[in-house]
């Protein structure tokens, strides 16, 4: 992988090896449904905007990640990323309906994370949103209501999205019914705890959660009781936003032709969305507190992240994601762990195809894992756990973005951060074409491609299309 750098970033980090450990640790993943960073107040000193519980128990006592980013921020190409460790172009799941066509089901899905886990010894188990096309649905060659996907010892997969009167798949034995009165995320937390309190046998193995409420995404249904709770919250300003005619004229025609959008619209819709996050905080407040009566705490890796960034207006494209710009692809990371140093940061480069391949090794769970296909991640785990890890680390310091929807239709583009440049080059399926220099232009308001010097552009095409088809250790 290291051939395929621009240049060696050498972090002040320690070199991959596998840390010793007494004991597995239990592992927690709670997944945010669209929650992007720019715009959601995701920063390095406190950690989430109004997610105290979020920022005392897992930010304060775990590292931030300021750089990462998604492979294509789109929801199921997203998450079969994340349980593979592989580009959405080695899974094929590209769109939310590609279920049947992808790879991921039935092949990759039957050996991917929570097989490998269960294979050494987890006790997993999954609520919320899993993937779309897991519901009863015409689209389907078969019905899922009652399927549990490989690895999963117990599986709450939700057969609707409706923030209200929720149908739950109750681990293949048939599906539960929610009243209207009963909010998602409530559920979520419900029978996570009711799973650690009554279901969880702690001399079977550990465990590992993967806990995936709806919110924020649209049509950002807070609970009712934290509906107006931040009455007046507004966008942060960013010049991205409604952007005048002559940046968006320099991007390509489709974005070009886009209008303004209603600045009091998208203000709502960011209030409502703010307000979503309270009751995924709570939850992880009531989690931590169980933790505690369990004596779990000190042994257990919680990971915070999201599916998809998203855009309010931005680049004056409604509401949404799926686009290569830094709303959509940058969202929040934290961890905290043993052997993960408290109120740390970082900014190494990493993706969604890490999650797999990270999780596999702190869970002592890495022989589990197929020799073909190969994974396209890195394990994260020298750079979570230092103290237990020696030498310098070289990192990656760009990565593949693919979409295969959008305004401008799909794409492929590079995203690099080194010590020379900060930048994002983009090439449309159309023949359209953007260069951000992102130090320069953090909001990637300003297509300079025309005024690249032909060596330049030159140099980024060839990358990219050496790039984009990657597989494996020939993946950035």
């Not at 090439?427 to 953090?442: C, K, Q, V």
């Amino acid at each position: 992988k290291m051939a395929l750098l621009l240049s060696g970033l050498c972090l002040l980090l320690p070199a991959v090896t596998t840390a010793t450990r007494t004991q597995k640790p239990n592992i927690v993943l709670v997944l945010t449904d669209d929650q992007d960073a720019l715009l959601n107040g995701y920063n390095v000193s406190i950690g989430v905007n109004h997610m105290t519980n979020l920022n005392t128990h897992v930010r304060s006592n775990g590292m931030l990640f300021t750089q990462y980013h998604l492979a294509f921020p789109l929801c199921s190409p997203c998450r079969s990323t994340m349980l593979t460790g592989r580009y959405p172009h080695n899974t094929h799941f590209t769109d939310n309906n590609s279920l049947n066509s992808s790879k991921f089901h039935p092949v990759q899905e039957a050996d991917s994370l929570p097989v490998w886990l269960t294979k050494s010894g987890y006790q997993t188990m999954l609520a919320g949103k899993y993937m779309n096309g897991y519901h009863t649905s015409g689209r389907n060659k078969m019905n899922f209501c009652t399927y549990v996907p490989p690895g999963w010892n117990t599986f709450y997969g939700f057969q609707t999205i409706d923030f209200f009167g929720t149908r739950v798949n109750n681990n293949g034995t048939g599906t539960d019914l929610y009243p209207e009165d009963a909010y998602q995320t409530d559920i979520i937390r419900n029978l996570s705890l009711a799973w650690l309190q009554n279901a969880y046998n702690p001399s079977q193995g550990p465990f590992f959660m993967w806990l995936t409420p709806h919110a924020p995404h649209a049509p950002y249904t807070p609970a009712p009781r934290h509906l107006g709770k931040l009455k007046g919250l507004v966008q942060p300003y960013d010049p991205a936003f409604n952007e005048p005619d002559a940046l968006q004229d320099t991007l390509p025609k489709k974005f070009a032709a886009l209008k303004p959008v209603s600045v009091d619209n998208m203000n709502a819709i960011f209030e409502r969305r703010a307000e979503c996050l309270l009751a995924i905080d709570e939850m992880i407040g009531d989690l931590f507190v169980q933790f505690e009566k369990m004596n779990v705490v000190d042994n257990t890796f919680f990971f915070f992240a999201s599916d998809n960034g998203y855009h309010l207006g931005q680049h004056r494209i409604s509401p949404g994601k799926r686009e290569a710009f830094q709303h959509d692809i940058q969202v929040p990371f934290i961890v905290r762990g043993p052997g993960v140093p408290a109120n740390s940061i970082s900014n190494a480069m990493i993706g969604n195809y890490d999650f797999a391949p990270t999780i596999a090794a702190l869970a002592g769970a890495t022989e589990f894992i197929p020799p073909t296909p190969p994974l396209d991640g890195t394990s994260l785990e020298p750079l979570l756990t230092p103290a237990q890890n020696q030498g310098p680390l070289f990192w990656r310091n760009l990565t593949l973005q693919e979409g295969y929807s959008g305004v401008e239709g799909g794409y492929h583009g590079l995203r690099i951060i080194n010590d020379d440049e900060n930048t994002l080059y983009v090439e449309w399926d159309d023949g359209s074409l953007a260069f951000f220099d992102t130090a320069a232009d953090p909001w990637q308001t300003n297509n300079t491609y025309g005024i690249l010097p032909p060596e330049r552009k030159a140099l980024y095409a060839n990358m990219l299309h050496s790039l984009q088809n990657c597989s494996g250790s020939e993946c950035p």
